[in-house]
């Protein structure tokens, strides 16, 4: 009944499955509100390209969703930290095999 996104897909150091990462941004209040809705939607989408390996579209998206997520600005790390991601799979891409997993190297 909370306002959540999903951060990640990742899998840790010694383990086989990966688990969904999520952050709590707010009430149901929130949930309920057509900004965050929209922000929601935008933000599934930017996932779906990036593990599909779409990164021109992945980065338009999260420029789209850095504008609906301006007011509060909660989200300017993750989505700095996707475009630092895109950027290195840009340089050295992770292969047709890649399951848009991050992989955990530490615990």
Same mark, same amino acid.
């Given at each position: 009944?909370?306002?959540?996104?999903?951060?990640?897909l990742?899998? !840790? #150091?010694?383990?086989?499955k /990966?688990?969904r990462v999520f952050?709590l941004?707010?009430?149901?209040?929130? #949930?309920?509100?057509?900004?965050? &809705?929209?922000?929601? !939607?935008?933000?599934?989408?930017?996932?779906?390209? =990036?593990?599909? &390996?779409?990164w !021109?579209?992945a980065?338009?998206?999260?420029?789209?969703?850095? #504008?609906?997520?301006?007011a &509060?600005?909660?989200l300017?790390?993750l989505y700095?930290? =996707?475009t +630092?991601?895109?950027?290195?799979?840009?340089?050295?891409p /992770?292969? +047709?095999?890649?399951?848009? !997993?991050?992989?955990?190297?530490?615990?």
């Amino acid at each position: 009944d909370h306002a959540a996104l999903e951060l990640d897909l990742i899998r !840790v #150091k010694g383990k086989t499955k /990966p688990a969904r990462v999520f952050a709590l941004l707010g009430d149901s209040a929130l #949930k309920t509100s057509g900004a965050f &809705q929209d922000l929601q !939607v935008r933000h599934q989408e930017m996932l779906a390209a =990036y593990r599909a &390996q779409r990164w !021109v579209e992945a980065r338009a998206l999260i420029e789209e969703c850095l #504008k609906l997520d301006a007011a &509060q600005a909660r989200l300017t790390t993750l989505y700095a930290l =996707y475009t +630092a991601r895109i950027e290195a799979s840009e340089a050295s891409p /992770p292969g +047709a095999a890649w399951d848009g !997993v991050f992989i955990a190297e530490t615990k």
